[in-house]
Structures are given as C-alpha cells and as structure tokens.
C-alpha cells in the first residue's frame, strides 16, 4: 500500500464520495491544456523558451537566489521557547515533545536542516511548501515529513463563507490540521505568489541567451586572429605552416616574441566586437532582473560592482539578512507556532523562535562589540554569551552587573550598593564632623605667617643698629 493511501485509510477521516459533477470538474480540470503545459513546459515566453520551476533550477542565477533563501532559513537555529506569564522570563522548551522534533529530526530519515530546506525551496520556487503532520492519540505530533513538488494543490472551497483553503494529495482531500504550509507571499491568503510564474519572462530571456552564447561557441569558429598569405596553400603546406605558427609564437612562453611573416603574409587580429560585448551585458542585466525579482542582492550571488568596498559588501550582506532572510524568519516562525501548538500551548507562553544572531558569527569583531555592549548594561550575563558561542558556562556566571557607579541588581530584581555587595543596601553615611586635615591649609597658612613676622622683626633690628654706626 503506497504513502498516501496509508494515510488517507489510517490518519483521517473518510471523506464523502464526490458527485458525478465534481468528478468531472475535477477531470476537467487536470486535462486541461493549462494543467499539462504548466506541468511539462509551463508554456513557451517571448522568447521561445518554456519556463517551469524545473527550468527555473537549471538557470544558475534562480537556483542560487532559491538557496540563499533556503539557507538562511534552515541554517539558522529555530527553537520551541517558553515565556513565563508572570515573570517574562524566556527559557527553552526542552520538556515539550515539539522540541526534540524540531531541534534535531522531524522524521526518522530526515534531520531538521535538511526538512527546512526541502519546504523552503518549494516555497521559493512554487510559492509554497508542504509537509504531512502525523498526529496520534490526542493529537500529539509523532513526525512531519515534505511532500514532494506537485503532491499538494490548494483550492478554494465551494462553500461561499468557508474561505479556508482546501489541500488535496495527489487528489484526495486531507485535514487542514494534517498539512504544513510555508506559504510566501500571497495575494489570496491561501496560494503563495508562484516566483517562476511572474518571473518566466526574464528566466526565459536569460535561459535564451544561454544558449544562442553555448551555441555559438559549439557551432561558430571564435579565434585571436588570421594569419593571410598571397600563396596557395596545400595541405602540405598549410600544416608545415600552422605547426611552424604553433611552435615560435603560441603559449605564453612565446608571448610578447615579434611575428616574422613570409610571403607577404598579414596578422589580423580578431578582437571583441560590440555585438560581443552587448550579449554579454544582457546576460549579466538577466541576471541581475533575476535577483530582483527573488529579492536577493546581485553580490549575494557573485555579481559585484567595480565600487564596491569591503565595507560597502559588509553592509549589503546585512541588508540581505534584514530584508530578505528576516521576513521568511517571521513567516516561517508564525506558521510554526501556529500550526503546531495548540491555543491552550500558545496561551502558556510557547512560541517559536529563530535566533538571528546566528547569522553574524562569521564577524567575530562585531560579535564581541555586541556582547561587551549587552553585558555593560545588564542584558546579557556571562553564562548567556558563553552559551551563544556554545561554550559551558561557570558558577555565578548568571549574575547581571553593571558599572561600578551603578548598582548590582540581585536575582529578586532588587538593587545593592556596588560599595557592599556582600551586606547590599546604601553605603553608610560618612561619620560626624569635619574630614581628617580638612584645615591643614589653614595651619600652614598661620605658621608661615608667624615665621614671616619673626623675620621681619629679626630684619629691622639689624638694620637699626647699622644705622646707629658711624661711617669709615
């Protein structure tokens, strides 16, 4: 008995048999002529090239863009967290059953980087990606495995005031609670916007160009120049010729040696032309339409400005996990903690949470600058920044501290003088009366004065007495 079938008989509930008309719209509709040209070749563009996510995957630029994306969702720790109601306090969910399938395998031929992946690259290149939620008992979650491409459609529902969207495998009907859905952006809040479908003009463009540049190489003649002399050439000739041009002037160890030509012959170099030169640019501005419409910076995918700096890339790498990376983080993280927890879990504080300080580990300066910044102010304490460089921590190291002119915050929250830290309070006051020496300028000042006077006397007594002497 195949996957599917197993779990349409074991893991849902029989649905009711479908009437004849809904037989035949659904017929209808997976012979149609959009079905199949979607699914072989996705119709031909402007020009002439069928684009489909197939496609989409041989064109280097697009895969490249579709795993960027799907590396820095998968590559980047997801956690399942608790916040305490009362205290705010976030600590990892390691007691819930969730935590142990979404840290490290969701399935027991799968770990967890490579399911992120798979749903992410289906997401990025066909709008959404799907995987089977297996639960049993009372609906504990036992395992969660990928669909592969093109398993699950999502269609709108006949019932006018049910707009949820309805999952079909492969044609039957599954639970809404049974499918994880990693849905891009949407336009209708069921389906994520296709990429390759808004992008197969400039995919096929670029795929064009791809080949009419291969081919050209695989059927034109491409040389550095022409060697023309006013003599026929047999074959004899023409190959003493070519060997004698292959020996003294071919290979780097020959290059910058003067070109001695017999028999009125002529060196023509054959350089680049401007048709050359144009192609050329049209792949690269492809290229670059390509990463726009994925929304991945050119130098995420190798295609660099001449102006760009070291610190002009460094910022741009940060945009990317900014604005490209961090919206899937949020997307990726609200569908989880809905779809996988239940309202009473939500309601106990679980959630999960991908950690993007994860991604600045390959700057090990800011790292450091960000962690000396978090601990000066009381954010972070030792035991957390050893634990976010995967290092154990020590005894006491959960303490939080501050400047020595502010005060130590204790585990109550309650605050201690930085001057006592063992007794905790306010500094005492300072005793009564005035410091020791506080007049030790005024006694200096009293004693030299006296000593000042004494000479003074001492001074004119001896002057008198000259005075009183007769002169020689």
């Given at each position: 008995?195949?996957?599917?079938?197993?779990?349409?008989?074991?893991?849902?509930?029989?649905?009711?048999?479908?009437?004849?008309?809904?037989?035949?719209?659904?017929?209808?509709?997976?012979?149609?002529?959009?079905?199949?040209?979607?699914?072989?070749?996705?119709?031909?563009?402007?020009?002439?090239?069928?684009?489909?996510?197939?496609?989409?995957?041989?064109?280097?630029?697009?895969?490249?863009?579709?795993?960027?994306?799907?590396?820095?969702?998968?590559?980047?720790?997801?956690?399942?967290?608790?916040?305490?109601?009362?205290?705010?306090?976030?600590?990892?969910?390691?007691?819930?059953p969730l935590y142990d399938l979404m840290q490290f395998k969701p399935c027991s031929?799968?770990?967890?980087?490579?399911?992120?992946?798979?749903?992410?690259?289906?997401?990025a290149f066909q709008g959404g990606g799907f995987g089977f939620i297996n639960r049993?008992?009372?609906?504990?979650?036992?395992?969660?495995?990928?669909?592969?491409?093109?398993?699950?459609?999502?269609?709108?529902?006949?019932?006018?005031?049910?707009?949820?969207?309805?999952?079909?495998?492969?044609?039957?009907?599954?639970?809404?609670?049974?499918?994880?859905?990693?849905?891009?952006?949407?336009?209708?809040?069921?389906?994520?916007?296709?990429?390759?479908?808004?992008?197969?003009?400039?995919?096929?463009?670029?795929?064009?160009?791809?080949?009419?540049?291969?081919?050209?190489?695989?059927?034109?003649?491409?040389?550095?120049?022409?060697?023309?002399?006013?003599?026929?050439?047999?074959?004899?000739?023409?190959?003493?010729?070519?060997?004698?041009?292959?020996?003294?002037?071919?290979?780097?160890?020959?290059?910058?040696?003067?070109?001695?030509?017999?028999?009125?012959?002529?060196f023509i170099p054959m350089d680049m032309t401007g048709v050359d030169a144009e192609?050329?640019?049209?792949?690269?501005?492809?290229?670059?339409?390509?990463?726009?419409?994925?929304?991945?910076?050119?130098?995420?995918?190798?295609?660099?400005?001449?102006?760009?700096?070291?610190?002009?890339?460094?910022?741009?790498?940060?945009?990317?996990?900014?604005?490209?990376?961090?919206?899937?983080?949020?997307?990726?993280?609200?569908?989880?903690?809905?779809?996988?927890?239940?309202?009473?879990?939500?309601?106990?504080?679980?959630?999960?949470?991908?950690?993007?300080?994860?991604?600045?580990?390959?700057?090990?300066?800011?790292?450091?600058?960000?962690?000396?910044?978090?601990?000066?102010?009381?954010?972070?304490?030792?035991?957390?920044?050893?634990?976010?460089?995967?290092?154990?921590?020590?005894?006491?190291?959960?303490?939080?501290?501050?400047?020595?002119?502010?005060?130590?915050?204790?585990?109550?929250?309650?605050?201690?003088?930085?001057?006592?830290?063992?007794?905790?309070?306010?500094?005492?006051?300072?005793?009564?009366?005035?410091?020791?020496?506080?007049?030790?300028?005024?006694?200096?000042?009293?004693?030299?004065?006296?000593?000042?006077?004494?000479?003074?006397?001492?001074?004119?007594?001896?002057?008198?007495?000259?005075?009183?002497?007769?002169?020689?």
């Amino acid at each position: 008995m195949g996957m599917m079938n197993w779990i349409t008989a074991h893991l849902r509930p029989q649905p009711k048999a479908a009437s004849a008309e809904e037989v035949s719209q659904r017929n209808a509709a997976a012979f149609a002529e959009e079905f199949w040209r979607d699914l072989v070749g996705g119709g031909p563009t402007s020009a002439g090239v069928h684009v489909n996510w197939q496609t989409a995957l041989e064109t280097p630029t697009s895969l490249r863009c579709g795993l960027l994306i799907a590396d820095g969702v998968s590559t980047v720790p997801c956690k399942l967290m608790r916040k305490d109601p009362v205290t705010g306090n976030r600590a990892e969910a390691v007691d819930h059953p969730l935590y142990d399938l979404m840290q490290f395998k969701p399935c027991s031929w799968m770990n967890t980087q490579q399911f992120r992946e798979t749903l992410m690259l289906h997401a990025a290149f066909q709008g959404g990606g799907f995987g089977f939620i297996n639960r049993v008992g009372r609906g504990r979650i036992h395992e969660m495995f990928p669909f592969e491409a093109g398993e699950v459609s999502v269609e709108k529902r006949s019932d006018p005031y049910d707009r949820s969207p309805l999952y079909r495998v492969n044609g039957e009907e599954v639970p809404n609670d049974r499918i994880l859905h990693i849905r891009g952006p949407s336009w209708d809040g069921r389906n994520g916007l296709n990429m390759v479908k808004l992008a197969r003009e400039v995919i096929g463009l670029a795929d064009a160009a791809q080949d009419a540049h291969a081919k050209r190489f695989g059927q034109g003649v491409q040389t550095t120049g022409v060697y023309s002399v006013t003599d026929d050439l047999d074959e004899t000739k023409h190959n003493r010729l070519t060997n004698w041009i292959k020996t003294h002037y071919a290979g780097g160890k020959n290059s910058g040696k003067p070109l001695v030509l017999g028999s009125n012959g002529k060196f023509i170099p054959m350089d680049m032309t401007g048709v050359d030169a144009e192609h050329l640019a049209t792949r690269l501005y492809q290229d670059m339409l390509i990463c726009r419409q994925w929304g991945v910076l050119p130098i995420m995918v190798g295609i660099a400005d001449k102006t760009a700096t070291y610190a002009s890339s460094e910022q741009m790498f940060l945009a990317h996990n900014v604005h490209t990376v961090r919206p899937w983080h949020r997307r990726v993280g609200t569908t989880l903690t809905c779809d996988l927890l239940t309202p009473e879990e939500r309601r106990q504080g679980l959630y999960f949470k991908f950690f993007d300080t994860e991604l600045l580990r390959g700057a090990a300066k800011d790292r450091a600058d960000f962690y000396a910044k978090m601990f000066g102010v009381a954010g972070l304490t030792a035991n957390q920044i050893l634990g976010m460089e995967d290092m154990d921590g020590f005894k006491g190291g959960d303490a939080h501290y501050v400047p020595s002119n502010y005060a130590r915050v204790r585990d109550d929250g309650s605050l201690e003088a930085a001057s006592k830290p063992d007794e905790g309070g306010a500094a005492p006051p300072p005793p009564p009366g005035p410091p020791p020496r506080q007049n030790a300028g005024r006694v200096l000042s009293g004693e030299n004065e006296s000593l000042i006077r004494g000479a003074s006397d001492n001074l004119n007594t001896v002057l008198s007495k000259l005075d009183g002497q007769p002169e020689d």
